[in-house]
Nanobody, 130 residues
């Protein structure tokens, strides 16, 4: 099995920052660099939506329009970890944030479709107060 564990969520005022981390591990886990990674979020009463993605080699990234210029996704393949740096947070960023992993993509590919990810974390709550 492969486990993804998110951390770093919390309560922050509008305009503040948070850094989410997601560590990948597990008995059948092979090499973190084999996984394309992504971050998704789900607000109460809404569907899960794509936030950011990063390719296996870390060179290519992609963001939803509403977070461009404020959020940065990165990865440290030596630490089996993907990060989401969130700056200038807004109340509408309030959601449970999930990291997801996809094995089998090319080195340069970014994946944005939830159904293409085979592994998911349990989520971490981010609450932004106005």
């Amino acid at each position: 099995q492969v486990q993804l564990v998110e951390s770093g969520g919390g309560l922050v005022q509008a305009g503040g920052s948070l850094r989410l981390s997601c560590v990948v591990s597990g008995r059948t886990f092979s090499t973190f660099s084999m996984y394309a990674m992504g971050w998704f979020r789900q607000a109460p009463g809404k569907e899960r939506e794509f936030v950011a993605a990063i390719s296996r080699n870390g060179i290519n990234t992609y963001y939803r329009d509403s977070v461009k210029g404020r959020f940065t996704i990165s990865r440290d393949n030596a630490k089996n970890t993907v990060y989401l740096q969130m700056n200038s947070l807004k109340p509408e960023d309030t959601a449970v944030y999930y990291c997801a992993g996809r094995i089998g993509a090319s080195q340069e590919a970014v994946t944005t479709t939830p159904g293409d990810f085979g592994f998911w974390g349990q989520g971490t709550q981010v609450t932004v107060s106005s």
